[in-house]
Structure formats: C-alpha cells, structure tokens
C-alpha cells in the first residue's frame, strides 16, 4: 500500500485505553435489566440473552486463556474508527494469549453467510492502524436475520475453531446481533456474540452508550467543510448555500455540526415533526429568514438540512409509512419485486389512501418516484438518495419570487447545493475516535473472555481523559423495544433520535435567532492529530453538553 506522510505518522500513534483495561481485569455485574419496552414480548422472543446484568471492568486478577479464537464482522455504513477497533480486539484477543487468531469475514455479514474470510497478523494489522475507512475487511449491508444464514455461519465458525463473533455495526446490526446470539445460545452452539456500536449517525446511543463511533471524525470533517463554506460566503456575499448533511433518520449530525459552525439556518427533522409543520412551512421558514437577512443588506447565508427531513414532515411520514406496508409482501415481509419502476409506481399510486396520494402526487416527480421505488435491505427509505437541499431551495426561490411580485422582498437569491455525507465516513480518525474504537474492540476481547454473548461492547465516561474511561458491557436486549418494520411488528434497538428538551438542542435553540440574523461563523478548521489538547482532544459540543 502506498501510504501519505499522514499516515506513516499516524501509524505511530498509539491509541489510550482506560485504566480498567490496561492489566487482568474482573467483571463486576449490576443488577438484572430490563428491555426500555415490551418487556413481556422481548423477554419471550430472547429466553436466553434476556435481563443479563450491565458489566463494568475494573482491575483484577484473571488466571491464563487457552489459545481462542475470534471472528469480526464490518456491518453497514463506513464509519472513521473501524480499523481501530478491529485492531484494538487483535491486541486484546492477543494479550490474553498469544496463539489466539483473529478472523475477518470480507464484505460485511455476507462473509459469515459465503464463508469469505482473512485471518490477520501483525503486518497485516500494523498496515491500517489509525488510517479510516473501511477497506481492511469490506463492509456490506446484508441482513443477517434468517436461519439458513446463521446455520451456514456455524460451519464456518466451527471449520476455523471460532468462540466468539465481533459484529460491528448500527441498530439494525446490532439487532441482528442479538439475534444471533439468542440463536446460537438456544442451540448450545457454544458460539458467542459481541456487538460494537458504529454508525457516523449518532443515533446509536442510550444511558448506557455514549455515542457510536465514527460520529465525532465525521462531525468534524462536515464542520471544517461547512466552516470553509461560510468563510468563502461570507467573502463574496453573493450566495446561500443550501448543505445536505447524512445521518439518515436523525439530526444529530446536523445539530453538532451546527453547534460547531453556527450557520444562519439549520433545521431539525425532530422539531419539524413535533410541530407539525407542512413542507411549506419549512420553507416560509427558510425564506423569513432569507429575506430579514436581504433587508440588512445580506444575501448570503447558509442552511444546515438533516437528510431525514423529508420523513419527519407528518404528513410525508404517514406516506412513508403506508408505502413501506405496501411494498412488503404480507408472505415473506420481503420487498415485493416487480418488472420495472413503472410497474412499480402504478401498484403505489393504486394501493394508498387517496390521502396519501394526493399528498405523493403534490411532491415534485423526482421526489416521489423515490419514495415509491428505493430501499435499502432494512426496508429504509434511501434519503440519502433525495435531493432536499434541491428542492427546498427550488421552493424558496418560488416563494421569494413571489413576495417580490408582492413587494415583500427586495433582495436577491442565489443558492449552491451540496451533499456532504461520503466525504466524512472514512476520514483518518480524529484522536476521540482512534482512541475510543481501538478501547471499544480491545473491551470486547475482555468481554469474550468473561463468556459473555448479547452484550455490546461499551466505554463510558469519554468527556474525561481516557484513563478515567469506564469499560464494560451492556446486554442488546436492555435497548430494545418493539416497533413496525416492513408491515410487521419486530423486536428492534430504539433508535435514539434528537431530545428536544436536551441540552444540545436547547443550546442551539437559544442562540439560532441571533445566529440567523448576525454573521457569526465560525470556521472550525481541519483536525488536527498533533497539539494543543484543546484543539486536539476534544470530544463533540453534543457529548460535552449532554455529559455536562
Ligand atoms: P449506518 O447506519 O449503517 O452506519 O450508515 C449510515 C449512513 O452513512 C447514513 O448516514 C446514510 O443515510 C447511509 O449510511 C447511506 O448508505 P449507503 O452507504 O448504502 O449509501
């Protein structure tokens, strides 16, 4: 691999583990647990996984391993920090014995399923230390969710002498995770389980999980874009820049990296669906703004959009809804299949409310057909895939047009789209996450050891210095609850949306007025490796208001 001087530098670093970590440790349990919903139905569908005790690590004596060994599995979106964990687990799994080996099956949880696999070793390893991205393994999107997957999982778990599988990965995989590990321990298949909470979304976290990893690079990595957007903006004042920000469902992308760079504008899907505001209404709102700033002589500004908004608008969300019951079939809640998008979209338009379709068919053709026709394999709208930031400024300019026919606005208009999602997923992990990832796959190595399985692999405490971290573990089934997926109810990992009575949003809200009408930028620059710990070392203004 040709590598940048970046990287030869950052090979060198060495990643911090919390204290707990460092020697032998014991795992001290908590009290029985509960799932945060449904407990009747949970407890059910997981006789084995269910109510297990929160685990903290603390120093301890442990006697000496026989030789294990360990499989590890990417699941999903790309997320800057993997490449730590799976290192941090190697040093783990080898700390306890030396012979132990370590697995990665290729291309996320299809790898299991085809019995695609490395083994690592030390060269293999040193090469992806600290670096981001995905690339050592793959990752993948398939859901593993049925038997056939987990029975043909086995063979190759038993072929390579495999204890226990690492599965890094969102809720979803996480789900599945647990799944998994109901599976084989109801089947004494002496297989254990651990998952990892990664998703740059941030929507991965709950009273015991901090934040998902990858959350704070990619954060950073928008803000410093977004940072050098507003500085250019605010050089030529001749533009608003309409920015389109991934995190899927949840807004705490937007949010932090509104926290980071204080733009004039920036929306919350969670505060538009508590409002219940219309798609006009968010952009009646935009265009306010827009003009007030035009009238003190400022047509440039700049506007945060949360991917999900689209879904967060009531009335598109009970579409959303329906369309995702339709487009299952009632047999196999599988996606139904058809000949092509035409044939598709008739079926849609025939199967909704006449509710729903008239509120389909007042949504731009481009919009709409993307609501009918694209899924991911957890049955998710693709919102990734919907130009918002395209279509809000359309709106905008129609709606500023027309308050200048009516003498409401005497400014001009000028937008610049972007999408920024791809670009932060595989950023070269910031200090936060090399250090947190690498903690979180080498907690995982101590959780095997312990013969634990269902739990997911959790570090704590993160806004104090990494020695101070707290290691341990939490059962899945604690964070589950029921919910409708794909016109069934499923037993899924809550996802934790943005808290409007939260210390993040509260901040933001408190100060968005004064933001939208002033300039008061600011350009938080790249991230820096090597420095001031201040400018090095700091966690998101998300984590640091919610630990506060
Ligand atoms: P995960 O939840 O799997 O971590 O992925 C998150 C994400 O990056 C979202 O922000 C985005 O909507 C989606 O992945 C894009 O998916 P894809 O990589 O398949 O285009």
């Known amino acids: 691999m040709v590598k940048s001087a970046l990287q030869i530098a950052r090979a060198a670093y060495q990643p911090k583990l919390p204290k707990a970590l460092k020697g032998s440790v014991k795992a001290v349990e908590g009290a029985p647990t509960q799932s945060v919903g449904n407990q009747d139905e949970i407890k059910a569908m997981f006789p084995n996984t269910y109510g297990m005790p929160v685990i903290t690590f603390e120093p301890g004596d442990s006697k000496p391993m026989d030789a294990f060994n360990v ?31 370590l697995y990665g099956f290729l291309m996320g949880p299809g790898g299991l399923v085809d019995h695609k696999y490395v083994e690592f070793t030390d060269d293999f390893i040193n090469e992806y230390r600290n670096t981001g991205g995905f690339d050592i393994i793959g990752s993948g999107r398939t859901k593993l969710e049925k038997e056939a997957q987990f029975e043909s999982g086995i063979e190759i778990l038993r072929k390579l002498g495999i204890k226990a599988l690492v599965i890094i990965g969102g809720d979803d995989s996480n789900t599945n995770a647990c799944v998994l590990a109901e599976y084989y321990a109801a089947k004494k298949y002496g297989v254990q389980v651990i998952g990892c909470p990664k998703t740059i979304d941030g929507d991965l976290k709950n009273e015991q999980i901090e934040t998902s990893f990858g959350f704070d690079t990619a954060c950073k990595t928008y803000s410093e874009l977004i940072g050098n957007i507003q500085r250019d903006c605010n050089s030529a004042r001749k533009y608003w820049h309409f920015i389109k920000l991934m995190g899927r469902s949840a807004s705490h992308i937007a949010l932090e990296c509104a926290l980071q760079t204080q733009p004039n504008i920036c929306l919350i899907s969670e505060e538009v669906e508590k409002k219940e505001m219309s798609l006009d209404d968010v952009v009646t709102y935009i265009a306010r703004i827009v003009a007030d700033r035009a009238a003190d002589g400022n047509n440039f500004g700049t506007v945060l959009i949360p991917e999900g908004l689209i879904e967060f608008i009531p009335a598109i969300k009970k579409l959303i809804a329906q369309l995702n019951d339709v487009l299952t079939d009632p047999k196999t809640g599988e996606p139904m299949e058809f000949a092509n998008a035409k044939e598709q979209i008739a079926f849609v338009k025939s199967n909704i409310t006449p509710e729903n ?4 068919e007042s949504l731009p053709a ?12 957890h049955g998710n709208v693709q919102v990734s895939l919907i130009e918002t930031e395209k279509l809000l400024s359309r709106m905008v300019a129609t709606k500023l047009a027309a308050w200048k026919a009516e003498g409401k606005f005497n400014g001009k208009f000028s937008a610049q789209h972007h999408f920024f999602g791809y670009e932060g997923r595989c950023a070269a992990p910031s200090n936060y996450d090399a250090d947190y990832c690498y903690s979180l796959g080498y907690n995982a190595s101590r959780l095997i050891a312990n013969g634990k399985t269902g739990y997911m692999s959790i570090i704590k405490n993160t806004t104090a210095p990494a020695e101070e971290w707290i290691a341990g573990g939490v059962p899945i089934t604690m964070m589950m609850n029921m919910e409708r997926r794909n016109g069934a109810m499923k037993p899924v990992i809550r996802k934790a949306l943005v808290e409007l009575d939260g210390a993040p949003f509260k901040f933001f809200a408190a100060n968005r007025e004064a933001w939208a009408k002033n300039t008061m930028y600011i350009y938080p620059g790249p991230i820096q490796y090597w420095g001031p710990s201040e400018v090095c070392d700091q966690c998101t203004k998300t984590l640091a208001l919610e630990q506060k």
């Open 366 to 377: 481009d919009v709409a057909n993307q609501l009918c026709l694209d899924r991911d394999p």
């Open 357 to 360: 379709l008239a509120i389909l």
């Open 71 to 101: 499989g590890i599995i990417l699941s999903g979106g790309q997320a800057p920090g993997g490449h730590n964990v799976i290192s941090g687990l190697y040093d783990g799994v080898k700390s306890l014995n030396p012979n132990s080996k």
